[in-house]
């Protein structure tokens, strides 16, 4: 495909080598994703066996999908199913978001969340602890 045309392909849509190198990506691509040379860096740590697969099959002419989780612009991770097809050893891959309810948040910031609601919990049984200690001692 000509690269001036893929350009204007109107939804995210790269073109990779079987590494993973991106050789060239649709200008939309940008406002999904930050420039990045190699789609490993967008890609969730837990959805890289699914990208091996869809790799792996560069000699393969059928498109295989696969819902993987990519990092977007704002720095959070969304769904998206993404097909890739292989032509003469570049790998034609549209990505296209799956809208769902939740948002899912940067693994860093959610186990941040999670040990901060355990700390609280910790610290609300200590002063009910306390409550009662200072109860006891009033009566």
């Known amino acids: 495909m000509d690269t001036g ?7 995210p849509y790269f073109q990779i080598n ?3 190198t991106i050789l060239n990506s649709s200008h939309i691509t940008h406002s999904y994703f930050h420039t990045t040379s190699n789609i490993w860096n967008i890609l969730y740590k837990e959805d890289r066996n699914k990208a091996i697969v869809m790799l ?7 498109p295989i999908t696969k819902h993987l989780i990519l990092q977007t612009r704002n720095k959070l991770f969304g769904n998206f199913k993404c097909t ?10 549209v990505c296209t978001e799956v809208k769902s309810t939740k948002v899912l948040t940067p693994l ?3 186990s941040s969340l999670v040990n901060t609601q355990k700390r609280l919990e910790e610290s609300e049984k200590k002063l009910k602890k306390v409550l009662k200690i200072l109860d006891i001692k009033e009566n």
């Open 5 to 11: 045309t893929t350009k204007w392909i109107p939804v």
């Open 18 to 20: 079987q590494e993973g």
């Open 56 to 62: 792996s099959q560069n000699a393969s002419s059928n």
């Open 84 to 93: 890739i097809q292989w032509k003469d050893g570049i790998g034609h891959l």
């Open 108 to 110: 860093p910031v959610q």
